[in-house]
């Protein structure tokens, strides 16, 4: 198959820096949500400056081996920031990992189990807050557009049901009129 790519991530804050390269198919390289803490921290600090991830195709149609090799050839070319011999936020020299990797039904369900019940801090709603606003802002720069279907989907979402408090008959917020909640007889 030779739909593998590998591509580069570079900084506009700082000059175009290079800052990690990476080997991908489909759209990985727009995806800023599966990443290292170091690049995710780099890509909040290029949003917030108001900029957006320069991304560089590096080489293209590529069977997987070679993609590995490539990316091998270019993060030894930048140089990892972790072994002091160049800026690229890469935690490994490339040419490994698992392409489409899933995880099974049994391995979604047990940590579905272990995380059920548990209150999240405050301080972790904050952060998660945090990161789905990175993610917005991700889409954003990547001229995201929901199709009709998704639209259609997140309005009914948002158009959620509400009940009235009296006798607790259910609307959609803009089902309930000012009447019904001014008559409700079992006020």
Known sequence: MTNFYVYLHSDPTRGNEPFY?????????????QRN????????????????VDIKLLATDLDEELAFLVEEEAIDKYGRRDLGKGPLLNF??????????????????????IFKGKKKSEETKRKMSEAQKIEQARRIQAGYKASPEAR?????????????????KVF???????KHLENCYER
């Open 92 to 113: 490994s020299d490339g040419g490994e990992g698992p392409s489409g990797f899933k995880h099974t039904d049994e391995y979604k369900k047990y940590m579905s189990e």
């Open 152 to 168: 259609k989907k997140m309005s009914e979402k948002h158009l959620s049901k509400m009940s009235c408090l009296s006798c607790h």
């Open 21 to 33: 390269v990476g080997k991908g198919q489909k759209k990985r390289a727009w995806d800023m949500k």
């Open 172 to 178: 959609t917020w803009v089902g309930p009129t000012k």
């Open 37 to 52: 803490r170091m690049h995710k921290f780099r890509v909040a600090k290029i949003l917030k400056a108001g900029a957006k």
